[in-house]
C-alpha cells in the first residue's frame, strides 16, 4: 500500500523548511553574532523546538536574494 509507493530514502530529497543558525550562518556567509542579529531583531522569523533555535529557511532565502544589507545590517 502506502510503503510500496515509498521508497527507502525518498524522504531524503524533500526541501527542509527550517534550518538552525550554524546554517544560516553558512547560507548567508556570516558569523554568529550577526545571523543572531538576524533573529534577535527579528528580520528572520524563529521559533523554539524544545532547545533548539530554528529558522525559516524561506526568510533566509529572501536575505540572500535581497542582500543583508539591504536587510538593515552591514
Do not use: Y
Not at 530554528?54 to 540572500?64: G, K, Q, S, T, Y
Amino acid at each position: 500500500m502506502n510503503e510500496d509507493r515509498l521508497e527507502k530514502g525518498a524522504a531524503s530529497t524533500l526541501k527542509p523548511l527550517l534550518i538552525n543558525i550554524g546554517q544560516l550562518q553558512e547560507l548567508l556567509q556570516c558569523g554568529r553574532t550577526k545571523a543572531c542579529d538576524l533573529v534577535r531583531t527579528k528580520r528572520v522569523r524563529s521559533m523554539l523546538i524544545g532547545r533548539s533555535r530554528r529558522i525559516l529557511l524561506a526568510d533566509a532565502e529572501r536575505l540572500v536574494a535581497d542582500g543583508i544589507s539591504e536587510a538593515g545590517t552591514e
